[in-house]
């Protein structure tokens, strides 16, 4: 199951937060500022998995991806594949790329519900429901008609 | 960070609102941004709260504004600060008919409140109507906030429209009730039993999407129970080898291969069903040989199949051919150059090396370039193999390797863990004694504070005991090097708590017993350590309790005993201590030194510290003093309970119950009805079943043989499961029942005590009455030690290190054979559970009729999972969407500053302005406080429509 689905930017700003686990506002900021410390610290070059059972409890794993000043980060647990995780992560930013014609933070911070309708029609619940950037950009093109 | 501020500049003083939102949004957005400092961003949150408090209050918010409003109380709410004033507003919002703002509605309420939060109430409602509406995209909506908003109480009131909804016609609903459904299992498995046969059904949906969802929610079940889906492998493999033989629509292709997430997901259920089953697992061979012939293991999504079929591999009872194929995609994860397939080549190693353990002997060259990698997550996922790999040949490299990167990282987190697996590897494997200690002085000495304070009890222990053989030899030079090697270590500053106690406690029991070091020597080391770490009472106690234990077996001896001049001052010292318990430790020591040696040696024996001392609870050598003042006209002892309430029977369960009121606040239970006294032995078996229906809604066959005790208590489940407190009847009844390893309240008796340590102290003041009690203090610390030393340590199951000097876990000495002999007759839970089973039968309300549906259920069900081979067949006629090569998007996010801005306008659609009404019951709302109750049904009524 996903536990957390986040955006940050380089400065370790939120820009998207979604906890599949209703968390109380502290707990979700104390998380995203350890996942950002762990994250900024990485060296370049190296693997995009993280296992951060000292954040998110015993057995769990963290995907991220870093797209020029945005972190992209998926939490989950030992259920999940990691390398699927990496390839989700991957169509999350094409949709959003195909949605607003090469996305940037901006988008993101000023389009807030969109992106969420965009999330919330690939990660539903804490399940993977839907892989296909068409498929996903019809549904959120419907919704906004 | 720049480039955004420049671009936020323009964007708020050219295009105004060209994001559909307004100048303010964008000013705080970009305020935000360009802020230096956390308090800067706080000041612009907070003014930006006032902001719109106020507007949130003023009469006619125009509905887009109000949207906006909402999205901005999101938005200072993932900063971190509290919105909570707004959340009516939001609440509000998605009893709106625009489909955009009753999503904006949702949407914030789903980020805002979690599943017990009072507003909820207001929205079930809504939900309610949405999960009925005639737009699927309403539909969709309302389900979405079903996942997120649901609790298990208010999981009824959702319930059929969910269910009806896999039906759906469009696809898109039917995935997603699924996915409700499944969200309902996890919340509550009791809630949705009955409703699992659904997800077989849904398997054969016609629409492969719906049926990749339903993988889902199958892989939770199956992981519960494998036994009752083995049935479904020929169908699992049948899907798989379609979806590998593009047998789906070419739109479920990903990167060239085709359904890469729904074939991931089968090769887990597989791997889960075929676990240790030789006929499943053949029927897999040939679907897995043909995925590692086929997968590209040149995209990253071939590699995650490649991996998952590793794994998969490593589960099930694989051919040889297969490893073969598993060694080799290994050895190419290992060999690539990117991090993330090294990584996965490791962790594919760990799993494969408990099938055949010389895989890695090909690899050692790619595992020690990992091992020196500057990645950190690659470094611990080799440390993990390497502690999977561990024998007691390489244990010591290991080890080493393992200190040396424990004291160069900081997370204390994984220096915990890492820390304890020195210790289990070294307790396991040690070559020598003396290597042993040499090890654990590295640990405490570099994770003293950070691991557990058990660890340094077996090593007390094991210095103590040796290493279990009946060799004093060995286990005098043990003790002789534990002691040289603390003598110089002690003089180092800074030494954790935790190393100090271990050391002070060895130096005093073993310090001088060799008589290569002197009573003074070791004494002077002592007090140097109480008073180098002078602000650690826990360190001085020891150091002073070691301290009596030296002076006692210089007495004992018979030697002349010369207090160090710094000792006199030290205990001086001590007894003005604040703490009492330096005091008292230091007047005892006052007190030995006066004693003469016979004395000495009983108090304090020579190496004694193992030795078991035996305790009479029931203070039995008291009896003659309590006979004779009876006799000469005392009054008997009257326990506490007989005193407080002439009214309880003294049978077992009253006492039981009273421990459980005491142990929790309220009782929101009924309380039982007055019983007839009934013998305890019988009235356990009658009692203890009764509220099972709330945790296994399974229902069993009725027993004949109730008594009308247990009918009685039926029927009192009955009213509870009904419902009329159910908000707070049943959180606090299933915290009671797990405080008390799972037996109810009501059922509690003798039996439930059993597994329960506490009880040990209730009992033990009462006499015995019946025979439960009088048993129980006999078995109760026995089996305590039993379980410690059978589950204490994960190393017992692998049985293959056991056999080498290991011993750390070694209980003390009088129970370690029967630890050793009886390790399956654990019999703690026994009693509890077969009591158990038989009351879940009284539940005859729900017995025979659902039982009998369900069974139907299955029967129909599993016949169509038998056919879904060959509805997967149909996919393949769907029509063919054309296949859209992805564009990659790395190098289209670092365009930033290039883009042009002008391209981005959202529609925004609008309604005219609020209705009074809205606003009227809205202020009607606010001015009864946020937080409804029902006392006011019709308030609500009318609002929610």
């Given at each position: 199951m996903i536990k957390a689905v986040m955006m940050m930017n380089t400065q370790g700003k939120p820009r998207l937060a979604k906890f599949y686990d209703f968390l109380p506002v502290e707990k979700q900021q104390e998380l995203i500022r350890g996942v950002f410390s762990v994250l900024s610290s990485r060296p370049e070059n190296v693997s995009n998995f993280l296992e951060i059972d000292s954040l998110f409890g015993p057995d769990s794993r963290l995907v991220y991806k870093h797209y020029a000043t945005l972190y992209f980060v998926l939490v989950f647990d030992g259920s999940e594949n990691e390398l699927a995780m990496l390839d989700l992560i991957q169509v999350l930013v094409e949709t959003l790329d195909k949605c607003f014609s090469n996305v940037c933070e901006l988008d993101i911070v000023f389009n807030y519900s969109k992106m969420h309708t965009v999330l919330d029609e690939i990660v539903f619940g804490g399940q993977v429901l839907e892989t296909r950037s068409d498929e996903v950009m019809k549904a959120v093109e419907e919704i906004s008609k | 960070m720049e480039q955004l501020k420049t671009?936020?500049?323009?964007?708020?003083?050219?295009?105004?609102?060209g994001f559909g939102q307004s100048k303010e949004f964008l000013d705080l957005v970009k305020s935000i941004g360009e802020s230096r400092s956390k308090a800067e961003e706080d000041r612009i949150v907070l003014s930006e709260i006032d902001i719109l408090k106020r507007k949130l209050l003023e009469p006619d918010v125009p509905k887009r504004k109000m949207k906006e409003y909402i999205i901005r109380l999101v938005y200072i709410?993932?900063?971190?600060?509290?919105?909570?004033?707004?959340?009516?507003?939001?609440?509000?919002?998605?009893?709106d008919d625009n489909l955009l703002l009753k999503r904006t509605g949702y949407l914030a309420v789903t980020l805002f409140l979690d599943e017990d939060h009072d507003l909820i109430i207001l929205i079930v409602n809504t939900i309610q109507k949405d999960l009925r509406s005639d737009n699927y995209?309403?539909?969709c909506a309302a389900l979405n906030a079903v996942c997120r908003l649901i609790n298990e109480e208010t999981i009824p009131a959702v319930l059929p429209q969910v269910v009806d909804l896999l039906n759906h016609g469009k696809e898109a609903v039917r995935k997603k009730a699924i996915m409700a459904l499944h969200r309902f299992h996890r919340k509550s498995p009791s809630s949705v039993s009955h409703l699992v046969s659904n997800f077989r059904r849904k398997l054969?949906?016609?629409?492969?999407?719906?049926?990749?969802?339903?993988?889902?929610?199958?892989?939770?079940?199956?992981?519960?129970?494998?036994?009752?889906?083995?049935?479904?492998?020929?169908?699992?493999?049948?899907?798989?080898?379609?979806?590998?033989?593009?047998?789906?629509?070419?739109?479920?292709?990903?990167?060239?291969?085709?359904?890469?997430?729904?074939?991931?997901k089968l090769l887990k259920i597989m791997a889960l069903l075929s676990s240790g089953d030789k006929s499943a697992s053949e029927m897999m061979y040939m679907v897995l040989g043909d995925l590692f012939r086929k997968c590209d293991s040149s995209t990253n999504i071939g590699n995650a199949i490649l991996y998952e079929c590793i794994r998969c591999i490593s589960c099930i009872i694989p051919s040889p051919k297969l490893l073969e194929d598993a060694a080799e995609a290994i050895s190419k994860f290992l060999k690539s150059d990117s991090h993330n397939l090294k990584y996965m080549g490791i962790d594919g190693l760990g799993r494969l090396i408990k099938i055949s353990s010389d895989i890695a002997e090909q690899h050692q060259l790619a595992v020690?370039?990992?091992?020196?990698?500057p990645d950190d997550t690659l470094k611990r996922k080799t440390f993990e193999l390497l502690y999977k790999m561990t024998k007691s040949s390489n244990v010591e490299v290991i080890v080493d390797r393992m200190i040396d990167y424990m004291i160069s990282i900081n997370d204390n987190h994984y220096k915990t863990e890492i820390a304890s697996r020195c210790v289990e590897l070294a307790e396991q494997f040690a070559p020598s004694n003396q290597w042993f200690i040499q090890i654990m002085n590295k640990v405490f000495e570099h994770a003293g504070d950070l691991v557990n304070i058990k660890v340094a009890h077996n090593l007390m222990r094991l210095i103590a005991e040796g290493f279990g053989e009946d060799d004093d030899d060995a286990d005098n030079k043990l003790r002789l090097s534990a002691v040289e090697s603390y003598l110089q270590i002690i003089s180092e500053p800074k030494l954790p708590s935790l190393f100090l106690q271990v050391i002070s406690w060895v130096l005093g029991e073993y310090g001088t017993a060799d008589g290569k070091y002197s009573a003074s020597y070791i004494s002077g080391k002592l007090c140097d350590v109480a008073d180098a770490y002078s602000s650690d009472e826990t360190v001085k106690g020891y150091a002073v309790t070691a301290l009596m234990k030296i002076y006692a077996f210089e007495i004992a001896s018979g030697r002349k005993v010369d207090v160090l001049p710094e000792c006199q001052s030290l205990i001086e010292e001590l007894l003005a201590s604040h703490s009492t318990d330096l005091q008292q430790r230091a007047y005892e020591l006052q007190a030995l030194l006066a004693l003469d040696a016979r004395a000495v040696e009983s108090i304090l024996p020579l190496d004694a510290s193992c030795e078991d001392i035996e305790?009479?609870?029931?203070?039995?050598?008291?009896?003659?003093?309590?006979?004779?003042?009876?006799?000469?006209?005392?009054?008997?002892?009257?326990?506490e309970r007989e005193r407080s309430g002439g009214m309880f029977e003294t049978t077992d369960y009253h006492s039981q119950d009273h421990h459980e009121v005491t142990s929790h606040a309220l009782r929101f239970e009924a309380y039982e009805l007055p019983k007839p006294s009934v013998p305890s032995q019988a009235s356990t078996t009658a009692l203890v079943p009764v509220p099972e229906p709330s945790y296994y809604s399974e229902p069993h066959q009725p027993i004949s043989t109730s008594s009308s005790v247990s009918e009685r208590e039926s029927s009192e489940i009955k009213l509870r499961l009904d419902g009329v407190k159910q908000k707070w009847g049943r959180p606090s009844y299933q915290s009671s029942t797990s405080a008390s390893s799972s037996t109810p309240p009501q059922a509690a008796n003798g039996t439930s005590t059993h597994s329960d340590g506490g009880g040990v102290a209730s009992s033990s003041s009462s006499k015995p009455r019946s025979s439960y009690e009088s048993k129980k203090p006999e078995i109760d610390p026995e089996k305590q030690r039993l379980a410690a030393s059978l589950f204490g340590g994960s190393s017992s199951s692998r049985s293959d290190r056991k056999s080498s000097s290991g011993g750390g876990h070694k209980p003390a000495k009088?129970?370690?054979?029967?630890?050793?002999?009886?390790?399956?007759?654990?019999p703690i839970p026994v009693p509890d559970l077969l009591d158990f089973d038989e009351p879940t039968g009284t539940s005859d309300v729900a017995a025979t009729d659902p039982f009998k549906e369900l069974e139907g259920l299955m029967e129909s069900s599993s016949q169509d999972g038998g056919g879904s081979t060959d509805v997967m067949g149909l996919y393949s006629t769907d029509a063919s969407a054309p296949v859209k090569t992805t564009t990659s998007v790395d190098s289209l996010l670092s365009e930033l500053s290039d883009s042009s801005r002008g391209t981005y306008h959202q529609s925004q659609t609008t309604k005219g302005p609020n209705s009074k009404e809205a606003l009227e019951k809205d202020a009607l709302i606010r001015q009864m406080g946020v937080n409804p109750t029902s006392q006011n049904p019709t308030l609500f009524k009318d609002l929610l429509g």
């Open positions: - | 671009i936020g500049r323009e964007l708020a003083m050219g295009s105004q609102g709410e993932m900063l971190g600060h509290d919105a909570s004033f707004g959340y009516i507003h939001a609440v509000k919002m998605t009893h995209l309403v539909v054969c949906d016609s629409d492969p999407g719906v049926m990749g969802a339903t993988l889902c929610p199958l892989f939770d079940l199956i992981s519960e129970d494998v036994a009752s889906y083995k049935d479904l492998v020929s169908s699992f493999v049948g899907i798989l080898k379609q979806v590998t033989e593009r047998k789906l629509p070419k739109s479920y292709d990903y990167h060239q291969m085709p359904a890469p997430f729904i074939q991931i020690i370039d990992c091992l020196e990698d305790v009479d609870k029931d203070l039995s050598f008291l009896n003659g003093y309590i006979q004779q003042a009876i006799e000469s006209g005392a009054q008997p002892y009257v326990s009088g129970t370690a054979n029967k630890a050793a002999t009886v390790p399956k007759e654990n």
